[in-house]
């Protein structure tokens, strides 16, 4: 069963920096594309970036150009770095698989505030 562990999360103020991991475990790496999801307080969860096998990158507009996905099959981790974050990045961010699956981590929380 696939499993995801996010971690790297916390408090930062508004044009700070933040670096998120994802390490994944129960399916072969190299065979899917993966995705950093956020949720915000009484929002739907939305997806923000993907990664393809080939490596080409995707990102919601609120995100370009401030967000750089990653990912590194050896340790079969995904990577989320984060600059110039805004208070509306404020969420619990998630990775899972592009197109997810039903196995949700427990996330880690991004909070953007002076």
């Known amino acids: 069963q696939v499993q995801f562990v996010e971690s790297g999360g916390g408090l930062v103020q508004p044009g700070g920096s933040l670096n998120l991991s994802c390490t994944v475990s129960?399916?072969?790496?190299?065979?899917?594309?993966y995705g950093w999801y956020r949720q915000a307080p009484g929002k739907h969860r939305q997806l923000v970036a993907t990664?393809?096998?080939?490596?080409?990158?995707i990102y919601a507009n609120s995100v370009k150009g401030r967000f750089t996905i990653s990912s590194d099959s050896d340790k079969a981790a995904v990577y989320l770095q984060m600059i110039s974050l805004r208070p509306e990045d404020t969420a619990v961010y998630y990775c899972?698989?592009?197109?997810?699956?039903?196995?949700w981590g427990q996330g880690t929380q991004v909070t953007v505030s002076s």
């Open positions: 899972n698989t592009n197109g997810p699956t039903d196995n």
């Open positions: 129960g399916i072969i790496f190299n065979t899917r594309a």
């Open positions: 990664i393809q096998q080939q490596g080409i990158t």
